[in-house]
């Protein structure tokens, strides 16, 4: 106790800090938005895309969070997931970049984003290549997106990693149990067929709805199981 006022906890000075942040970037940036549930502060989450197959859950997860009134996004691009984008899905990287709010050049080691007293709500990489799992498990910060992922680890933010890679070996298996020992989430794109799924899309959705639970983003139009009794009344 200070007088007769308790000390501010840890998380109270957080709390005060981002909520003064956003107000002051809400008088520059027509961008920043406020959360339902924590009414002046502004949710921050990055979004990383590597060239690992599965650029799509990249793109769709972008358009789910983008379509939130309360979430900013900040996009880092690797070069690799530049060329696997325009393969699979056809995007260019302009129409990648048109989903965020912000995003930032890979090597750009000095932007805010490589700073832990650059406050943000979480960080998806999606897809996640073996390389940069393995990148991020060793500490290696050889540029930002990794350096980014590195930061949320040890400021103890939420890191979830869609690693797109099958069979794994061993060394694959290690470092997801040290990257979860860490304080990581490993969450590879692996859908499930209890919702009947009949498109790509919906088998996309469905791990990018899985994702966005982690933020503590849920999708509205998420199709969740309901137990049998609800789909085979008696």
């Not at 890979?106 to 943000?120: N, P, Q």
């Not at 991020?136 to 890191?159: Q, Y």
């Not at 996309?204 to 966005?212: A, E, F, I, P």
Request: with cysteine.
């Amino acid at each position: 106790m200070i007088g007769s006022r308790p000390f501010p906890g840890v998380l109270d000075v957080e709390r005060i800090i981002r909520a003064t942040v956003c107000e002051r970037q809400a008088e520059k940036s027509q961008f920043v938005r406020f959360s339902e549930h924590e009414p002046g502060v502004c949710l921050k989450i990055i979004v990383g895309v590597t060239g690992a197959s599965g650029s799509v859950y990249g793109y769709r997860l972008l358009q789910k969070l983008r379509e939130r009134e309360d979430v900013e996004v900040h996009l880092i691009l690797s070069r690799a997931a530049e060329r696997t984008a325009h393969i699979e899905t056809g995007k260019t990287i302009a129409e990648f970049k048109a989903l965020s709010h912000y995003c930032y050049p890979l090597e750009e080691v000095g932007a805010r984003l490589a700073s832990g007293s650059y406050i943000t709500d979480g960080m998806v990489i999606a897809p996640c290549s073996v390389h940069t799992m393995s990148a991020i498990a060793s500490g290696i910060s050889s540029n930002l997106l990794i350096r980014a992922a590195d930061v949320c680890l040890k400021e103890r933010r939420k890191l979830i990693l869609m690693v797109r890679e099958t069979p794994f070996h061993l060394g694959h298996l290690r470092t997801m149990v040290a990257l979860t020992e860490m304080g990581a989430i490993v969450a590879p794109p692996v859908p499930g067929f209890y919702h009947r799924p009949e498109t790509i899309l919906d088998l996309v959705d469905h791990s990018v709805d899985r994702v966005l639970d982690l933020l503590s983003l849920p999708s509205a139009d998420a199709r969740r199981w309901d137990g049998t009794a609800a789909r085979h009344p008696q």
